[in-house]
């Protein structure tokens, strides 16, 4: 029974993993929409340029692995967990309103993961 728990536990642990991962690739927009602002080649966009190619090299390593841990076709489909993330990020850095449809679509992703990772479980 432990090594059911146990087993469990470090799945937990992985898709807490994974979805900070997603947190860390959504950033990368973040700082895409900042550069896009910025003079071509200025220092501030070689500033926010670097960021991305610094944040999306993190998460190429990083999801490959967690891919050791869980199966790519659970792993891919959390990644639409990112659209969540754009909002959040919305609100919060651009003070983007956040409308209903918004989070209605947030909520199906929202139920779409949860779906699949209970499958995969089974």
């Given at each position: 029974m432990?090594?059911?728990?146990n ?9 807490v993993a994974l979805h ?5 690739y ?6 895409s929409?900042f550069?896009?602002?910025?003079k071509?080649?200025s ?13 999306l ?5 990083v ?6 841990h ?8 959390n990644k ?9 990020w ?7 309103q956040v409308?209903?449809?918004?989070i209605?679509?947030?909520v ?8 699949v990772v ?5």
């Amino acid at each position: 029974m432990s090594e059911i728990q146990n087993t469990k536990g470090a799945k937990v642990k992985y898709y807490v993993a994974l979805h900070i991962l997603l947190m860390v690739y959504s950033i990368s927009g973040v700082c895409s929409k900042f550069a896009s602002g910025e003079k071509f080649l200025s220092f501030r966009f070689c500033l926010f340029y670097g960021g991305i190619i610094c944040l999306l090299g993190i998460y190429a390593i990083v999801w490959q692995q967690i891919l050791k841990h869980i199966p790519l076709t659970t792993a891919f489909c959390n990644k639409a967990v990112g659209i969540i993330w754009g909002i959040i990020w919305g609100f919060l850095i651009f003070h983007e309103q956040v409308k209903w449809n918004m989070i209605v679509g947030a909520v199906i992703v929202i139920c779409g993961v949860i779906l699949v990772v209970r499958a995969d479980e089974q």
